[in-house]
């Protein structure tokens, strides 16, 4: 079952990377206000350097237009791996060194899915508290297809960083993907199952208001519960609606609220909704509505020509 693919953290890599260096960092006091910063160690020093050179790699691999340049890049990323082996040795103790050694070699160009594991529990020994590390281990059990060892590294990665949006998303996706496997487990009953996943999708939704696939997740949520809130289902794609820039996406949410009308028994809404998506590229997803109507579908006023009004199938 696959969850989240390291390959989806490329879009995070500068945060991610960040929060890597900021791992090899000591905790300490806060400085007084006049004293000058404490002075970089060696270590950071050298893992930055690496960090550079990895994330140069990456987006010159990500810009490729072609797989053959990207083959060509190879003995780059050899090369980086062999000095990545050395600082791991010179610097023993640095988590942060192990962390960024790790999503290196998750890379699909890499795909040492298994090395990039060994290196994260290496660093989750030494630093324990570190959410990234234990979201990425969260990401491997999950596409190894172990949901329920997976839910603990993800829970413990939002108690650590508990405003960190991508963490409630992932979870609310292994929720989802693997129900089966949680309800089959008799840890979990269905209705708190349905409730931590919507929460999750929620609360990425929250975290990261200009994030429109959170949204759209989270109202694509209610969907999937045993007993639906359908009133709340209908206000949160109507809200998801009025963020859509095109035309063609705000008809593909207005399909959506159709659908939940139907679902609330308000045919007249529904059938007013549907009749007013003229796209052709929603014929389909638009059909499946219409027959759903009680008694066929009404003309579109003042459809443009050309638009085909698709014949209902009476619903018995």
Not at 91 to 96: D, F, G, K, T
Not at 146 to 163: C, G, M, R, T
Request: aromatic share 8%; charged share 25%.
């Amino acid at each position: 079952m696959l969850i989240m693919p390291f390959r989806l953290l490329l879009c995070l890599a500068a945060a991610l990377f960040a929060a890597a260096l900021r791992a090899a960092e000591p905790a300490k006091a806060p400085p007084p206000a006049a004293a000058q910063p404490p002075a970089e160690s060696k270590a950071q020093t050298e893992l930055k350097a690496l960090v550079a050179r990895q994330q140069a790699l990456l987006a010159q691999a990500d810009q490729a237009e072609k797989q053959i340049e990207v083959e060509d890049m190879r003995p780059q990323f050899q090369k980086l791996v062999n000095d990545y082996e050395k600082y791991v040795k010179d610097y023993p103790e640095v988590a942060a060194g192990y962390v960024s050694y790790a999503l290196l070699l998750g890379k699909p160009l890499l795909d040492e899915r298994k090395s990039a594991t060994a290196l994260l529990l290496k660093a989750n020994q030494l630093d324990p508290n570190l959410p990234l590390v234990k979201n990425q281990l969260g990401n491997y059990l999950a596409e190894e297809g172990k949901p329920l060892e997976a839910v603990n590294y993800y829970l413990s990665a939002i108690q650590l960083a508990p405003d960190e949006p991508l963490y409630h998303y992932q979870l609310g996706t292994l929720l989802s993907e693997a129900r089966d496997d949680f309800l089959k487990s008799g840890d979990w009953k269905r209705p708190a199952l349905d409730t931590a996943m919507q929460h999750a999708f929620a609360e990425a939704a929250r975290l990261a208001p200009a994030n429109i696939g959170f949204a759209y997740r989270h109202a694509e949520s209610y969907y999937e519960l045993d007993q639906p809130d359908w009133p709340a289902a209908l206000q949160a794609w109507r809200a998801l609606e009025g963020r859509m820039t095109t035309k063609r996406e705000k008809q593909t949410i207005q399909l959506h609220e159709a659908n939940v009308l139907l679902k609330m028994k308000d045919v007249a809404a529904a059938r007013a909704l549907i009749a007013a998506v003229d796209d052709p590229i929603l014929d389909k997803q638009r059909q499946k509505l219409v027959d759903q109507l009680p008694g066929g579908p009404a003309t579109p006023p003042d459809a443009p020509p050309g638009f085909p009004v698709p014949a209902a199938k009476v619903v018995p």
